[in-house]
Protein backbone atom coordinates (compact mmCIF):
# COMPACT_ATOMS: atom_id res chain seq x y z
CA UNK A 1 0.00 0.00 0.00
CA UNK A 2 1.24 3.03 -0.95
CA UNK A 3 2.12 5.69 2.00
CA UNK A 4 1.83 9.40 1.94
CA UNK A 5 2.96 12.46 4.08
CA UNK A 6 2.20 15.74 3.83
CA UNK A 7 3.59 18.58 5.79
CA UNK A 8 3.57 22.37 6.74
CA UNK A 9 4.67 24.38 9.47
CA UNK A 10 2.05 24.46 11.85
CA UNK A 11 -0.68 21.38 10.23
CA UNK A 12 -3.43 23.39 10.68
CA UNK A 13 -4.51 24.05 7.19
CA UNK A 14 -2.52 23.02 3.89
CA UNK A 15 -1.32 19.82 4.97
CA UNK A 16 -4.95 18.75 6.80
CA UNK A 17 -6.79 20.04 3.42
CA UNK A 18 -4.57 17.93 1.40
CA UNK A 19 -4.77 14.92 4.08
CA UNK A 20 -8.90 15.26 3.68
CA UNK A 21 -9.25 15.25 0.07
CA UNK A 22 -6.49 12.56 -0.55
CA UNK A 23 -8.36 10.66 1.74
CA UNK A 24 -11.76 10.92 -0.53
CA UNK A 25 -9.64 10.18 -3.73
CA UNK A 26 -7.69 6.96 -2.60
CA UNK A 27 -10.54 5.55 -0.17
CA UNK A 28 -8.49 2.87 2.42
CA UNK A 29 -5.86 2.02 -0.84
CA UNK A 30 -3.45 4.52 0.39
CA UNK A 31 -2.06 5.25 3.59
CA UNK A 32 -2.60 8.95 3.92
CA UNK A 33 -1.33 11.01 7.06
CA UNK A 34 -0.57 14.94 7.36
CA UNK A 35 2.34 16.41 9.93
CA UNK A 36 3.51 19.70 11.25
CA UNK A 37 7.09 20.94 11.98
CA UNK A 38 5.50 23.30 14.74
CA UNK A 39 2.37 22.10 15.35
CA UNK A 40 -0.16 24.92 15.95
CA UNK A 41 -2.56 22.46 18.51
CA UNK A 42 -5.29 22.93 16.27
CA UNK A 43 -7.19 23.02 12.78
CA UNK A 44 -8.36 26.79 11.21
CA UNK A 45 -11.62 27.09 11.42
CA UNK A 46 -11.98 28.34 8.42
CA UNK A 47 -10.34 25.05 6.76
CA UNK A 48 -13.28 22.90 7.98
CA UNK A 49 -15.52 25.18 6.52
CA UNK A 50 -13.81 25.43 3.17
CA UNK A 51 -13.76 21.07 3.29
CA UNK A 52 -17.39 21.25 4.37
CA UNK A 53 -18.05 22.93 1.26
CA UNK A 54 -16.99 20.00 -0.61
CA UNK A 55 -18.16 17.57 1.10
CA UNK A 56 -15.59 16.38 3.61
CA UNK A 57 -16.02 16.35 7.36
CA UNK A 58 -12.92 16.65 9.30
CA UNK A 59 -14.08 17.65 12.50
CA UNK A 60 -12.11 14.43 14.21
CA UNK A 61 -9.05 15.81 12.50
CA UNK A 62 -6.57 17.48 14.63
CA UNK A 63 -2.68 18.91 14.19
CA UNK A 64 -0.04 17.26 14.94
CA UNK A 65 3.70 16.56 14.96
CA UNK A 66 6.11 14.78 13.07
CA UNK A 67 6.43 13.08 16.24
CA UNK A 68 2.79 11.72 16.35
CA UNK A 69 3.56 9.76 13.14
CA UNK A 70 4.24 6.24 11.81
CA UNK A 71 7.99 5.87 12.14
CA UNK A 72 8.55 4.37 8.75
CA UNK A 73 9.91 5.27 5.35
CA UNK A 74 7.02 7.02 2.90
CA UNK A 75 6.56 6.50 -0.93
CA UNK A 76 6.33 10.80 -0.84
CA UNK A 77 6.65 13.53 0.96
CA UNK A 78 4.84 16.54 0.22
CA UNK A 79 5.57 19.68 2.16
CA UNK A 80 3.77 22.15 1.42
CA UNK A 81 5.44 26.06 1.40
CA UNK A 82 7.64 25.69 4.73
CA UNK A 83 11.29 25.30 3.51
CA UNK A 84 13.65 24.86 5.72
CA UNK A 85 10.94 24.94 8.75
CA UNK A 86 10.27 20.89 7.08
CA UNK A 87 12.53 19.02 8.34
CA UNK A 88 14.17 16.12 6.19
CA UNK A 89 11.19 13.20 6.46
CA UNK A 90 12.34 9.48 4.45
CA UNK A 91 11.03 9.01 1.77
CA UNK A 92 11.38 7.41 -2.30
CA UNK A 93 9.71 10.91 -3.35
CA UNK A 94 10.10 14.50 -1.84
CA UNK A 95 8.22 17.03 -3.41
CA UNK A 96 7.50 20.92 -2.51
CA UNK A 97 4.77 22.47 -3.24
CA UNK A 98 5.17 26.47 -2.46
CA UNK A 99 1.99 27.32 -1.50
CA UNK A 100 0.99 30.01 0.62
CA UNK A 101 -0.13 29.56 4.33
CA UNK A 102 -3.91 30.45 4.07
CA UNK A 103 -4.29 31.41 7.67
CA UNK A 104 -5.73 35.01 7.80
CA UNK A 105 -6.17 35.46 3.87
CA UNK A 106 -10.00 36.15 2.77
CA UNK A 107 -12.24 32.82 1.92
CA UNK A 108 -11.69 33.66 -1.21
CA UNK A 109 -8.06 33.02 -1.22
CA UNK A 110 -8.38 30.44 0.94
CA UNK A 111 -10.15 28.72 -1.48
CA UNK A 112 -8.08 29.28 -4.35
CA UNK A 113 -5.11 27.57 -1.76
CA UNK A 114 -7.70 25.04 -1.63
CA UNK A 115 -8.30 24.09 -5.24
CA UNK A 116 -4.43 23.95 -5.92
CA UNK A 117 -4.06 21.64 -3.49
CA UNK A 118 -6.95 19.47 -4.59
CA UNK A 119 -5.80 19.71 -8.50
CA UNK A 120 -1.85 18.93 -7.89
CA UNK A 121 -3.35 16.47 -5.49
CA UNK A 122 -5.12 14.78 -8.68
CA UNK A 123 -2.23 15.22 -10.95
CA UNK A 124 0.34 13.46 -8.28
CA UNK A 125 -2.09 10.51 -7.91
CA UNK A 126 -2.93 10.11 -11.17
CA UNK A 127 0.80 9.51 -12.39
CA UNK A 128 1.45 7.51 -9.21
CA UNK A 129 -1.61 4.92 -10.26
Not at 31 to 53: F, K, N, T
Not at 62 to 80: C, E, F, N
Not at 107 to 123: G, M, T
Request: proline residues 6%; hydrophobic residues 40%.
Amino acid sequence: MPRILFVCVANSCRSQMAEAVAKSLVDDRWEVWSAGSRPSGQVDPVVRILMEEIGLDISDHHSKGLDAIPKQRWDYVVTMGCGDACPHVASEQRIDWDLPDPVGLPIEEARRIRDQIIDRLRKLLNAAA
